[in-house]
């Protein structure tokens, strides 16, 4: 993945003064730049990828969600997340991590 610009990055910053959002980190390892946004508790997907879109859409047009979300058992904080990864321009650069209640089903996509 390239170098994100200033733009970018505040954009990715913005997600998490969204109430939905947890958490929106921005990793950067050996000039690779990857993004996690870790929903609150129990928010529907539809709900968080709104969001993502509202605030990011300027600039990352066409994100693309790619496979099925794959569930796992955090192990630091022993909640439930249902895993999305995000393309942009066909790299991965966005991990999307949904909290789950205990009697949701999942997302959707």
């Known amino acids: 993945m390239k170098k994100l610009t200033q733009n970018q990055l505040t954009a990715i910053q913005s997600l998490a003064e969204n109430p939905l959002i947890a958490e929106a980190q ?38 693309e969600y790619m496979g099925t979300p794959a569930r796992d058992m955090n192990s630091f904080t022993g909640i439930e997340e249902e895993i999305y990864y995000i393309n942009f321009e066909g790299e991965t650069l966005i991990r999307l991590a949904m909290r789950l209640a205990p009697e949701q089903e999942g997302g959707g996509s």
Not at 51 to 58: P, Q
């Open 26 to 63: 921005i990793g950067f390892n050996k000039g690779l730049s990857r993004v996690t946004i870790t929903s609150i508790v129990g928010t529907s997907w539809n709900e968080v990828d709104a969001v993502i879109h509202e605030v990011l859409d300027g600039e990352f047009p066409e994100l």
